[in-house]
């Protein structure tokens, strides 16, 4: 049902009122892996799979929330928001709504309908996209934007693109719990069709880079459960956080691996734990690489860029250790198959999927032959996607 009508109809039966509808996309990561919570460079695109908001106001002061993939609905009192996350679907949009509230905007009732197709806990961003669709839903409804100055000085001047992406990522931060960098909720909000953006997460400025015509974003799922609240991703963080802090003691500027480089950790690595040291030859040289691969594409050096694809997936399994047997198969399975430009394990890490540049034209063979090869290695039937490269957040017009 990636149907807006369908959505429509869903919303007006249970709610007796026609929405207005809004969607928002989960996004592939193209290359800059676990970078952008050190203010570092990634390059990801938005996906043709999204989540459908539909929202109508209501008079009795009520919230009511329904999921239409969970079939189910949930009611919260919009002068009394729940401070707490319940560990269910709603914690994402309601995160969404009670950041408004604590921004001092007045919240109204609403019905909120949610639908989406992003696979879940795969590492295409599904939470991303629902916090967006419900931003972008409930701004529009109080014809308020984020301010958000208070906790990100400067945003005054941000975009309402990039406003959004930041008032989701604190949803996904303060209420929901998890630790996550601004690079999902960013291509969200801001994708553009056709194009990967090349976003530099310190200031959020971003560059879009064309994908041509002729070549196929092939998503290959390893069916392994991924989830950015999980241990791995947190302690990871940690150990990045870490190695910055060391290089800081002698070079005070470097408040994130952003400004590091490969020769402070010749000089200071000793000082750091051997993970400390790995993960953060992973981020500086990652940074590297993801600039140079915007460069190559905007260049339309695919050979270039899929070289870089696959010394970052080197990089993120072993320096960085996010990757797991099943996605190393699934890049290693990939290579000498017709139609390949580059592969590597997209997003979070510890499963999810993994990315393929391939020519159009080769896909659909190329999918085939990769399916039949990962389910005869590891006994998992994948599931695999041809995607295009969409456009961010948006209204859906009647
Ligand atoms: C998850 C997080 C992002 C980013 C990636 C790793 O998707 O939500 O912020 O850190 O992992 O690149």
Request: aromatic share 6%.
């Amino acid at each position: 049902m990636h149907d807006p009508i369908a959505l429509r109809a869903l919303h007006k039966a249970r709610f007796g009122v026609e929405p207005e509808v809004y969607a928002a996309p989960g996004r592939v990561n193209l290359i800059g892996e676990h970078t952008d919570y050190a203010e570092g460079f990634v390059m990801p695109a938005a996906i043709d799979f999204a989540t459908l908001a539909g929202i109508s106001p209501r008079k009795d002061g009520k919230i009511v929330m329904y999921a239409e993939n969970f079939s189910e609905e949930r009611t919260f009192d919009a002068a009394a928001l729940p401070t707490k996350a319940s560990k269910n679907w709603s914690d994402y949009p309601l995160g969404v709504v009670t950041i408004l509230a604590g921004e001092g905007l007045k919240i109204p009732g609403f019905s909120l309908t949610l639908w989406g197709d992003v696979p879940l806990a795969s590492g295409l961003s599904s939470s991303a996209s629902v916090e967006v669709a419900t931003a972008l839903a409930v701004t529009s409804l109080i014809g308020a934007s984020y301010p958000g100055a208070r906790f990100h000085p400067g945003n005054e001047n941000l975009s309402p693109g990039a406003r959004l992406a930041r008032l989701c990522q604190r949803a996904e931060n303060e209420f929901v719990g998890a630790n996550c960098g601004i690079m999902d909720q960013f291509i969200s909000a801001n994708g553009a069709e056709n194009h990967a953006l090349l976003l530099d997460c310190r200031d959020l400025s971003f560059k879009l880079a064309p994908i041509p015509a002729g070549v196929a974003l092939v998503i290959a799922n390893t069916m392994v459960k991924h989830s950015v609240a999980g241990g791995e991703y947190t302690s990871r963080r940690a150990q990045v956080e870490e190695a910055a802090a060391v290089i800081a003691r002698h070079r005070p500027e470097v408040r994130f691996l952003r400004d590091a480089t490969l020769d402070d950790l010749v000089r200071w690595g000793s000082e750091m734990s051997p993970n400390a040291l790995k993960r953060a030859r992973h981020v500086i040289s990652e940074n590297l690489r993801t600039v140079a691969a915007a460069d190559a594409l905007m260049r339309r050096d695919l050979e270039e860029l899929g070289r870089l694809m696959a010394e970052a997936h080197l990089s993120y399994s072993r320096d960085f250790e996010a990757s797991c047997v099943e996605a190393d198969a699934m890049v290693s399975l990939a290579q000498g198959l017709p139609g390949l430009i580059g592969a590597r394990l997209t997003g979070g890490g510890f499963g999810g999927c993994t990315i393929n540049l391939v020519e159009r034209d080769h896909a659909a063979e190329f999918s085939e032959e990769l399916s039949a090869r990962y389910a005869t290695e590891t006994g998992i039937v994948p599931q695999i996607l041809i995607c295009h490269a969409s456009s961010g957040a948006h209204k859906i017009n009647r």
